[in-house]
């Protein structure tokens, strides 16, 4: 991959592909390619009849996806809203709107996504009830994400 001095070429980032049952993207981590620290751009494919991954809300990452190739719905909160080339969707931290993208038209879409790199992030996943934590720090010193259910409970429960 030739760099000009924090420069890259899109057609020079290498895809990457991955299908987890109905879910599967192929994507580039442009913004790692090109020298980003602390903002992220990727460019993300939807292959025909698949969801790009699981609504899901940030608490501490904002997200904006720009529609440049195809037609879609954007699953955003409860409502089903068709996209296409030209538009736009911003999704602010700590709203609590969970979104994905399903290309349903019968074609691949595509987008570019962009967002913060916040270590610190939480993402709720309100169709499965999980919560992801990122960068949790196990008893070495190590940083990971850790994924559970949500599930109601007193403030001291297991705690006494």
Avoid: C
């Avoid at 409860?78 to 979104?99: I, K, L, N, S, Y």
């Avoid at 009830?129 to 559970?148: C, I, N, P, Q, Y």
């Amino acid at each position: 991959m030739s760099q000009r001095q924090g420069v890259v070429n899109m057609r020079e980032v290498p895809e990457e592909t991955w299908q987890e049952g109905r879910f599967s993207r192929r994507e580039q981590d442009l913004g790692r390619a090109a020298g980003s620290a602390t903002l992220g751009l990727r460019r993300e494919v939807i292959p025909a009849g698949k969801q790009s991954f699981p609504r899901h809300a940030h608490i501490a990452e904002e997200e904006i996806f720009v529609v440049v190739g195809g037609r879609g719905t954007l699953l955003r909160g409860d409502q089903r809203v068709p996209v296409e080339a030209g538009d736009v969707a911003a999704f602010p931290a700590r709203t609590g709107v969970a979104h994905a993208f399903a290309a349903d038209s019968g074609e691949e879409l595509e987008f570019l996504s962009i967002g913060e790199r916040n270590d610190d992030d939480v993402v709720v996943y309100p169709d499965s009830g999980k919560l992801l934590v990122a960068s949790v720090a196990d008893e070495r010193g190590e940083r990971r994400d850790m994924v559970g259910r949500l599930q109601e409970a007193d403030y001291f429960d297991g705690e006494l």
